[in-house]
Structures are given as structure tokens and as C-alpha cells.
């Protein structure tokens, strides 16, 4: 005799198949791989990992995730994926993580506009054009198709010398929630990961003000006379401290994004609490305040006393 389960399975062939979804900037050690990694052990998901170079898969395809080249600053890579995908789920994605990106320290005045436009390339712009070319695909998801953007608590609240950083998340947390308003006639959801601190090599592949894989502060900066401590938080190593593990970051994430209607935001990592608290409920100057105190400004403000503000002024730019 047929079972009742395999009747339903029988009149409803996909009834039970797994939600296919792709994430950008899955490197090992990162937190795309970590979730990567959580999703495929909760077992409901297809997972597709992708990363600029395959190399730094190893990860997740040690435990058997399929992976997919995937440079979001090359719109021929885009595309070369989206065909991938395509070919591998006969034309339609469930779900699409959009989790590559960077951090940046640096004091705003020290920074290259030329540096900026490089994070916002990868922060922002590589994100929606990521959007748009896997958008038909989601389209024709079955269960509807979800987008998740990971953007950061940043968005809400910036510590100093982590302006231009904050700036991009801000944007790309604008640009969610608009399309989230905008892809509704459509019945595709739109998911914000509002992260706080979480362990990954973020910090080890800082962009610099100096395009350099070591965070300085330069000669000609305001902000010489503090550089022993700026170039200890430049480095992230002091955020880090304070961060919860990849891995539990991850399975909470996942577990509010396998959730029949899931939230528009997903508040996950160290002080993610805490700051929803803050900015809800507390005095705009205390909030900024606690950002003051969490990259020690007020060690930068005794650094620049004791040097002597004019000296700081004539060294970065002359006698004015």
C-alpha cells in the first residue's frame, strides 16, 4: 500500500525540495561562509557559495556546498553566475544573501575621495547591481523569493574613523528598505541583517586610507598626535574583543530568515541590544556618547591637547 506521504509526494514532486539560496562573500573565515555553513546544516536549504576567488571556498566544500565564481565589481561575473544558477535550478532562486562587502577605518579628512568611491562600489553599488541581475530569478521562485541585505549596526549608529564605513551602510539600509516597499506588489520579501560585532577576518582585509592591508594613520593628518592608539583601532582588534562567535551569529540569523514570514530586520551580534535600545529609547547626545567613548575619543582629544592643536594644524596642513 502507498503511504500517505509518498501520495503527497507523488501528486507534489518539489513539495518537499529544498529552498535554493546564494551568498555573496563566502570566503573562509568570513561571516558569508559561517552562514553558508549554518544554513546548510539546518538542512532546508540548497546552498549556493560564492566568492571572487574559488580558492578561499574550502570551507564549505568540505562539507559538500556547492559553489559559484562570483565577483560582484564585474558585471560580466554577475552575469556569468546568474547563468550558473539557471542552469542549476532549471530558472528560478529562492533566496538571494547579499553579504560581500568591506570595512574601513580612517579619519574622513585623511581618506582619498578615490578610496571612498572604491567602498561604496563594493558597500553599495555592487549590491544593487547584484540585485538586478538575479532579480528575474527570484521572480520566478515558487515560494515568492526573499533578498537579504547584511548591512551593520553601523547604519544606525557610527563610532568616530569608522565614518565612510557607516556612510555606505546607511545607504545600502536606505536603499533596502525602498525596495522592500518597491518589490511588495511583486510578493518578493526584503530582509535587513542589522550585525553588530562578529568574529571574522573583516579586520584582516581592512581597506585603508592608504589602500593598504595595514591600517596607519598618515604623516599629514590632524590626527598624528594620537596615532598610537588610531593605529590600534584602525587595525579592528579592539572591536574584536568584543565580538560574539561567527557561528552563533549565523544560526540566528538563520533561524529568523527560515521563519514562514520573516522580520524585516534581523538584529544578530555583540551590542545589537543594546544599540536598538540606545537609539530608541535614549537621549541623542548619551548615544553619542557611547560611540565617542567606544573608539576612546576622549584619548584622541588628550593626544591632540598635549601636542599643541596649532602644531597639529601647521604639520597636517602648513601655516594657514
Keep these: 500500500m502507498t503511504s500517505v506521504k509518498a501520495e503527497i509526494n507523488l501528486k507534489h514532486p518539489t513539495a518537499m525540495a529544498k529552498s535554493t539560496i546564494l551568498i555573496t562573500g563566502c570566503s573562509d573565515g568570513g561571516l558569508g561562509s559561517a552562514l553558508a555553513l549554518a544554513l546548510h546544516a539546518h538542512g532546508g536549504y540548497r546552498v549556493f557559495a560564492t566568492a571572487r576567488n574559488p580558492s578561499k571556498l574550502q570551507d564549505v566544500k568540505a562539507v559538500g556546498i556547492e559553489t559559484l565564481s562570483l565577483d560582484v565589481l564585474s558585471n560580466e561575473s554577475i552575469e556569468k553566475c546568474v547563468a550558473g544558477v539557471r542552469s542549476l535550478t532549471g530558472g528560478s532562486l529562492d533566496v538571494l544573501v547579499n553579504n560581500a562587502g568591506s570595512g574601513y577605518f580612517g579619519a574622513l579628512l585623511d581618506t582619498p575621495v ?93 581597506g585603508t586610507n592608504a589602500g593598504s592591508q595595514s591600517p596607519q594613520v598618515p604623516k599629514k593628518s590632524l590626527y598624528w598626535a594620537a596615532r598610537e592608539w588610531l593605529n590600534v583601532f584602525y587595525t579592528g582588534k579592539p572591536l574584536d574583543e568584543q565580538a560574539i562567535p561567527s557561528d552563533v551569529w549565523a544560526k540566528r540569523v538563520v533561524a529568523a530568515i527560515s521563519k514562514r514570514n520573516p522580520p524585516e530586520e534581523v538584529w544578530a551580534g555583540a551590542f545589537a541590544t543594546t544599540v536598538w535600545i540606545a537609539i530608541n529609547y535614549f537621549p541623542k547626545s548619551i548615544v553619542e556618547k557611547m560611540l565617542r567613548d567606544s573608539a576612546k575619543f576622549n584619548v584622541v582629544e588628550k593626544n591632540i591637547r598635549e601636542y599643541g592643536k596649532e602644531k597639529a594644524i601647521a604639520d597636517a596642513y602648513g601655516k594657514v
Design 114 to 206: 578615490a578610496e571612498a568611491r572604491k567602498l561604496f562600489d563594493l558597500n553599495v553599488w555592487a549590491n544593487l547591481a547584484t540585485i538586478q541581475a538575479f532579480l528575474p530569478l527570484l521572480l520566478k521562485s515558487s515560494r515568492g523569493g526573499m533578498i537579504v541585505n547584511h548591512t551593520s549596526l553601523a547604519s544606525l549608529a557610527t563610532p568616530p574613523f569608522l565614518g565612510l564605513y557607516g556612510a555606505s551602510k546607511v545607504a545600502m539600509a536606505k536603499l533596502t528598505a525602498n525596495l522592500r516597499t518597491e518589490l511588495s506588489p511583486f510578493g518578493v520579501k526584503v530582509v535587513e541583517l542589522k550585525s553588530g560585532n562578529v568574529t571574522s577576518n573583516i579586520s584582516a582585509n581592512l
